[in-house]
């Protein structure tokens, strides 16, 4: 019996697979696969969720409006430019189903966050991997790449993996170099993070600019990670597709009473920024002290590179008889090297010597 037929190209989808949460036969299990805050959410962002327990026969409201008005106070945008999503994750599957089709190309950097090429098989657009200069998005290699078929750049900046950046400078530098057909996509999931005097999360580009997207996320400081809560800073003209093409009620109720909460927690986010600048800094010194190599980040995660493939495979296989999930980046080109969240003190101690005696061991 024949059976109906996806549309060509979806087959070849590798479908995205997340970080592992648990370990057979193991009673404590460390979490450091999927760059969660090991602070988890605000208590008051919980409680606003909790809050909603009684009222899930009602719908959600359509237009996010509480939320929007928050991120807009938050982080100084223009509300009606904000658009919600189930996670930043749909926001950018949402943008290259509205930018791009068969025929077109999707240009994204070497080692960047495997939705974008993701998305753009989906689509049937092309997605092009541009190489990268010492783990960070290359300038030059992705105009380089721009050809007369590309409608979309991304940029992750921070990088999820490598944990690099690039410049305020660096990025209007790219963005000038594209066609105002292009539309360049920054994907700041990571931007709480950063402390470098020298960083954008490019609000401003699109304040500037009518070809530019800031996306965000709620998953990574702010701890809502189960609720898949993002948004995106758009132009009018931008928003006002992404409106037409979401689902009616793409953001649950709960997640966004919880995100206005989380976002006036300030506290809350000022202490997992202060616990993150000074455990990153302590996880990549004991690590670089082992012998690995620990690639510079300002995210919350490291990406460790071991001698080998199999010595990475080793390492992670000690970890896990540990109880600690790390992540493998074969999946981005990466099979030498596993990516580590930064976790509360004791986790980070624990990782550090599950490594030690493997190590030493081996």
Known sequence: MTAPSPRPGILDVQAYVGGEHEVPGVDRVIVLSANETPLGPSPAAVKAYEALASSLHRYPDGASAALRDAIAERFGCDAKRVVCGNGSDELI??????????GDEVLFSRHGFMMYP????????????APEAN????????????????????????NNPTGSYISADEIRRLHAGLPADVLLVIDAAYAEYVTRNDYTAGSDLVEEFGNV????????IFGLAALRLGWAYCPEAVADVLN???????????????????LADVAHIDQALA????????LAAKLN????????????????RFATKQAADDGYSALMAAGVIGRQMGGYGLPE???????????NRILVEALERHLEGS
């Open 93 to 102: 599957s949402l943008l290259v189903r509205s930018y791009a089709g068969p």
């Open 275 to 282: 616990h993150n600048e000074t455990w990153l800094p302590w």
């Open 289 to 304: 002290a082992l012998g690995l190599t620990v690639h510079p980040s300002v995210g919350n995660f490291i990406l460790v």
């Open 118 to 129: 993701i998305s753009a098989m989906t689509v049937g657009a092309t997605p092009v991997a």
């Open 244 to 262: 037409r093409v979401r689902g009616p009620f793409n953001v649950t109720a709960a997640a966004q009473a919880a995100g206005v909460a989380a």
């Open 213 to 220: 997207v800031m996306t965000r996320t709620f998953s990574k």
């Open 337 to 347: 090297c596993i990516r580590i969240t930064v976790g509360l003190e004791d986790e």
């Open 135 to 158: 783990y960070t998005v290359d300038v030059d290699a992705m105009l380089a790449h721009v050809t007369p078929r590309t409608r979309m750049v991304f940029v992750a900046n921070p």
